[in-house]
């Protein structure tokens, strides 16, 4: 007992607090996390269009190329 830290009974925090503040915690937590993971599935699909839009300006501009030379 010596080895803990001297605090006030007010300082204590009960089961029924704990399970509050930690199902507000998981509430903000998921919150932010599905925040992030839209933000970064919308970055993810922007990226994803710019390099198909790339694709697909280099295929063509091969193909009129090609049919050029005939």
């Given at each position: 007992?010596?080895?803990?830290?001297?605090?006030?009974?007010?300082?204590?925090?009960?089961?029924?607090?704990?399970?509050?503040?930690?199902?507000?915690?998981?509430?903000?937590?998921?919150?932010?996390?599905?925040?992030?993971?839209?933000?970064?599935?919308?970055?993810?699909?922007r990226?994803?269009?710019?390099?198909?839009?790339?694709?697909?300006?280099?295929?063509?501009?091969?193909?009129?190329?090609?049919?050029?030379?005939?």
């Open positions: 007992m010596a080895a803990l830290p001297v605090s006030d009974i007010s300082d204590l925090v009960t089961k029924d607090e704990f399970r509050a503040g930690m199902a507000e915690f998981r509430a903000e937590f998921k919150g932010d996390l599905h925040q992030g993971l839209a933000a970064l599935n919308a970055r993810i699909h990226l994803f269009l710019a390099t198909m839009s790339g694709f697909v300006l280099t295929v063509g501009t091969l193909v009129g190329l090609f049919l050029s030379f005939d």
